[in-house]
């Protein structure tokens, strides 16, 4: 399988799930950039906004709002990078929940 969050999404690659529905499902980072870091994604496969049906965007943004409301600490970042020069590596669209702790030091 060409992309690995579909390899995820059909459980042929290993992640620690945190919430899974029909349209969307939830892991941890494999490198979080602080404790807490979650993605959320949709199921069907998509590379960015411009392919991301507006029902999953919708879907993966109820996740993500609740979400990180659990996650929260001092405060927290919900960000998306859409393509390359946005810094996005992996292109299956997702969106990231960063807990943040005051002095952490992570830079968006
Ligand atoms: P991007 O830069 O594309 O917005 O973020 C990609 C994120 O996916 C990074 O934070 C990276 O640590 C995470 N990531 C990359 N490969 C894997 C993986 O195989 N499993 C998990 N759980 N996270 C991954
Ligand atoms: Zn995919």
Request: glycine share 10%; charged share 20%.
């Given at each position: 399988?060409?992309?690995?969050f579909?390899a995820i ?13 029909d349209?969307?499902?939830a892991?941890?980072d ?6 807490g ?5 949709p199921?069907s496969h998509?590379?960015?906004l ?9 879907a ?13 600490h001092?405060g ?10 946005a ?13 943040r702790?005051e ?6």
């Amino acid at each position: 399988m060409d992309c690995i969050f579909c390899a995820i999404v059909a459980g042929a690659a290993e992640a620690s799930f945190v919430h899974q529905d029909d349209d969307v499902v939830a892991f941890m980072d494999l490198n979080p950039v602080t404790p807490g870091h979650l993605l959320v994604i949709p199921r069907s496969h998509a590379v960015g906004l411009a392919d991301l049906d507006e029902f999953a965007g919708a879907a993966v943004w109820r996740v993500a709002h609740r979400l990180g409301r659990v996650v929260r600490h001092e405060g927290v970042n919900l960000f998306l990078a859409d393509g390359a020069a946005a810094g996005q590596e992996v292109f299956h669209v997702h969106l990231h929940v960063v807990p943040r702790y005051e002095g952490d030091g992570f830079k968006l």
